[in-house]
């Protein structure tokens, strides 16, 4: 099974490339008057939250390797509902085996732990 290997403060976390519909470029996040923060993905605004700022308190920094995540929306029952993740380095696809999360797997940068798009995003953060 393919993950992703993003980096969540100083820890290393897996998201299963099953929940991911495409990896794009940080770009400009705008902020509405009202609403969440988000950005224009193939023509339709859709909401981003920043996981290190979630996380840490501090934004993600701004590197190569710092992209949005696009995932279905884990509080949607429709396919359509997309969310943005802003996450740091995130530019590794890795293979794992869902066993080989007990809880953390050994990935060649250290130890990796499997986060489920409903662990990242509050329910708040609902698309």
């Not at 085996?97 to 662990?119: I, K, L, S, T, Y």
Request: net charge negative; charged share 25%.
């Amino acid at each position: 099974m393919l993950f992703l290997q993003f980096r969540l403060g100083q820890d290393l976390c897996a998201l299963a490339a099953e929940h991911i519909v495409e990896i794009v470029p940080l770009v400009d996040i705008e902020q509405p008057r009202q609403g969440a923060p988000g950005f224009d993905y193939r023509g339709r605004f859709i909401p981003v939250l920043d996981l290190a700022l979630r996380e840490t308190g501090q934004p993600a920094r701004r590197r190569m390797s710092t992209r949005i995540v696009v995932i279905r929306s884990p509080w949607s029952d429709t396919d359509d509902a997309l969310l943005g993740l802003i996450a740091e380095g995130a530019s590794t696809m890795l293979r794992f085996e869902p066993a080989d999360f007990a809880p953390f797997a050994q990935g060649p940068d250290g130890p990796v732990q499997r986060v489920e798009p409903r662990d990242l995003v509050p329910q708040e953060a609902r698309a």
